[in-house]
């Protein structure tokens, strides 16, 4: 017979999985992992570490979520890191906290997050980016279940779930020393890949007619349909932004638009020569763009190369200085034409011809 825990668990289990939308063959394959990982843990048991790869906005924030309101743990807290988010100076005493007086400032003594997440799950996010005096701080705590406070003499046992996510290749990070390999090793004991858009075939539809109906709901307006065109011009863009992309053009177009059938040309997919203030961003071949524009955000060239040079070209400290992601800085590059002093163009897993910026407004 269930118990309360097992009952709950498998009354909501269903419901949290299910709000990652697809039905395509890599994600079923990827709900099976899940649903497999979730059946082996017992109420109050561990859980391996976890590491989620993918792409930005392929939904490796929903996925650790889900994970947690799945697992055992779903009582107790979830808490989020962006490690990328964080100063390097604050990020160590906010994980693993302070004793009074550890510094200057610690007047008060102040458990860290991973003392928080007691019971619960540990999320850090962009984990790529832990800079490497924490790794091994970090090694630690992951093998040994043990935190001691900045300024603390003891160390005391803690029981969170460690989730982590990256949208680089972490191996490859290692192998170039910017992340330690038995770090990487053990986060990676089970490693759950949230595959590009581009690669689930017809969610990309399943995904688009979802949106549509909760964002029109949202905005009180009749549920839009797409037209034939509408869904062949959404099967045929590569989606670098991937679901975020997705949605962001959903919302868009629904707040943008009256018509009841949303056409190819109102999802605005095609490349435009020009940007809504009149600066031109597709560019003569060989003139270079100086500047982009993405979901509202204008990235300057100039601005970048600066930040870049600043970092001495190193992308993962440019990105952090940027708090982005390293794929979307890559992008950035390939998009305005950056690469380090006497290198050639960058490649970058998004940088592929078919790659299209959204136009129209954010
Ligand atoms: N399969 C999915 N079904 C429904 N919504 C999804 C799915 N995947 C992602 N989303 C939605 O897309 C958006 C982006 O997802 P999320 O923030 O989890 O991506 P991410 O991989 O963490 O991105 P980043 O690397 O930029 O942090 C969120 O609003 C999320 O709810
Ligand atoms: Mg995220």
Not at 135 to 148: F, G, H, I, M, S
């Amino acid at each position: 017979m269930l118990d309360d825990g097992n009952a709950h668990l498998e009354s909501t289990k269903q419901s949290h999985l299910s709000e990652i939308i697809g039905q395509s063959p890599i994600m079923v394959r990827l709900q099976g992992q899940v649903a497999r990982l979730l059946s082996r843990q017992i109420v109050g048991g561990r859980l391996p570490p976890i590491l989620l790869e993918g792409e930005t906005g392929t939904g490796k924030g929903l996925m650790a979520r889900a994970l947690h309101r799945c697992s055992t743990r779903y009582a107790a807290p979830f808490i989020d890191v962006d490690c990328a988010a964080i100063p390097e100076t604050l990020l160590e005493a906010e994980l693993f906290g302070y004793e009074r007086g550890a510094f200057t400032d610690a007047r008060q003594t102040k458990p860290g997050l991973f003392e928080l997440a007691e019971r619960g799950t540990i999320f850090l996010d962009e984990i790529g980016l832990l800079p490497r005096s924490l790794q091994a701080k970090l090694l630690k705590v992951v093998e040994d279940q043990r935190v001691r406070r900045l300024g603390g003499t003891r160390s005391q046992l803690v029981d969170a779930w460690v989730i982590t996510a990256t949208n680089e290749d972490l191996a490859v990070a290692t192998r170039g020393g910017l992340f330690r390999e038995d770090l990487y090793h053990r986060l990676a004991t089970v490693t759950l890949r949230m595959p590009p858009l581009r690669e689930r075939g017809d969610d990309i539809i399943l995904l688009a007619e979802r949106f549509l109906a909760r964002i029109s709901a949202q905005y009180g307006v009749p549920t839009r349909l797409l037209s034939a065109d509408a869904k062949a011009a959404l099967l045929s863009h590569s989606w670098p932004g991937n679901v975020r992309e997705l949605l962001n053009l959903i919302e868009r177009v629904v707040l943008l638009w009256d018509e009841r059938i949303i056409t190819a040309d109102r999802l605005d997919l095609s490349p435009s020569p020009q940007l809504n203030g009149g600066a031109s961003l597709v560019t003569p071949p060989h003139e270079i763009p100086t500047r982009l524009r993405r979901f509202g955000r204008i990235v300057d060239r100039k601005r970048l190369v600066e930040v870049l040079g600043e970092a001495g070209w190193n992308l993962s400290l440019a990105a952090g200085q940027l708090a982005v992601p390293r794929n979307t800085l890559r992008y950035w590059m390939v998009k305005l034409e950056i690469h380090p002093p006497g290198e050639a163009a960058p490649s970058a897993r998004v940088a592929q011809p078919a790659i299209r910026l959204p136009m129209g407004n954010p």
